[in-house]
């Protein structure tokens, strides 16, 4: 993901449909919430700007509340892999599932436990095979078998068995 970290920020809050937060980008930690004070930006507490924060911390950037969000749970995410019906299963009763589905597509639920932000790991069942990943848990059933099809079983026709 990249980030553009200097970007220019409207002069004035009216202009902008979300509120601002200070963020070290490094961590995804967010250092404080924005305020508009004397034509800046400043951290709500401290009234410092963004050219000061990042004297201190040189990862410091100034964003919307939700891009904050998506940066933290970017850094949680990890891609789709296959795994072990016994770790399918365990997964599946360690904890109550979360958003549990089963369509002639391939099945799939989310643990009903957060890793970090929005994101949690996802579990998916296609053709007697297993897999794992985590994203936010947003993410829909159609979502999570196509995500997995394409991954793992792109290269297979329809018809391959006539």
């Known amino acids: 993901m990249s980030l553009n970290t200097s970007r220019q920020l409207p ?14 980008t490094e961590s995804g930690q967010i250092f404080a919430n924005a305020s508009f004070l004397d034509g800046e930006w400043v951290s709500r507490y401290g009234s410092q ?5 990042r004297r201190m911390y040189p990862d410091m950037a100034l964003m919307s509340i939700p891009e ?10 990890q891609p789709w892999k296959e795994v072990t019906e016994a770790r399918y299963i ?3 009763e360690v904890l109550p599932p979360m958003d549990w589905n089963a369509s002639q597509s ?15 790991s996802i579990f998916a069942s296609k053709d007697g095979r297993f897999f794992e990943c985590r994203d936010v848990c947003t993410l829909t059933h159609q979502n999570i078998i ?17």
């Open 11 to 24: 002069h004035s809050p009216a202009v902008l449909a979300a509120p601002l937060a200070f963020i070290r």
């Open 90 to 92: 365990d997964q599946l």
């Open 68 to 77: 904050c969000y998506t940066l933290q749970n970017e850094r949680f995410r």
């Open 106 to 120: 391939g099945a799939s639920f989310k643990s009903s436990e957060m890793y970090g932000g929005d994101v949690t």
């Open 146 to 162: 196509a995500a997995v099809t394409a991954q793992f079983f792109a290269g297979e026709s329809v018809n391959s068995g006539h």
């Open 49 to 53: 700007t963004l050219e000061v924060l």
